[in-house]
């Protein structure tokens, strides 16, 4: 059977166990980066933001969508190199008042592939839109994207000042007596 798998083992009560494995619920886009960006490939797709989990601690919710497109090229100098686009409009939590606040997402970075022998360098003596990565036969672009995408988010998430929601009570919050009233009707007496 395709992606099944049974495996007896011993368990220190049971004579056999049977354990079940399964294939990866996700084939991720894998591509070798300088064969890509020697032949001036395009990718175009999409990724669920559920499938990103690095990315979950700072969304209010994991639904939706973040557009993206890998191009790569070869300047006049035999340097290859990827450039990524990436486009969202993603629901983040406001550190302020914990509900969510919209925020729109674009951004357009340039990766200049270096070998793995040679080091990437100072971050601080490159131009801001590009980044040095080292060559990889099998570079998942969903990581890409999910890097390039943390980098993007604000420090803080938080509605403009004035706009955040008074804080939701709790049920039954409310209806929780104070341990001094009984104090309160001793002091009538």
């Known amino acids: 059977m395709l992606g099944r798998c049974l495996l007896k083992t011993f ?3 049971r004579v056999v166990q049977n354990h079940y494995y399964a294939r990866p619920m996700q084939d991720r886009v894998r591509v070798d980066s300088v064969a890509f960006a020697c032949a001036a ?23 939706g969508e973040i557009a993206y497109g890998l ?13 990524l686009d990436i486009a969202a409009d993603l629901v983040l939590t406001c550190q302020r008042c914990l509900g969510p606040v919209k925020f729109s997402l674009k951004s357009a970075r ?6 793995q022998t040679q080091a990437l360098g100072d971050p601080a003596e490159e131009p801001d839109d590009v980044e040095r ?3 990889d036969a099998m570079l998942d672009v ?18 403009q000042p004035g706009q955040c929601s008074p804080p939701v009570a709790l049920e039954g919050a409310s209806e929780k ?5 009984s ?6 007496q």
Do not use: W
Request: one cysteine or more; a negative charge; glycine letters at 2%.
């Open 41 to 63: 490939s395009e990718l175009r797709a999409t990724v669920s933001t559920a499938d990103l989990p690095r990315l979950h601690d700072a969304l209010f919710d994991q639904s």
């Open 110 to 115: 340039n990766f200049i592939l270096v070998p």
């Open 183 to 188: 104090l309160a009707t001793l002091k009538r």
């Open 177 to 181: 007596k104070s341990p001094f009233s």
């Open 71 to 83: 191009a790569g090229a070869v300047d006049q100098d035999g340097i290859a190199s990827l450039r």
């Open 11 to 13: 368990d220190f009560d």
């Open 142 to 159: 969903a990581t890409l994207v999910e890097d390039e995408t943390i980098l993007c988010l604000p420090m803080v998430a938080a509605h």
């Open 133 to 135: 990565i080292h060559v």
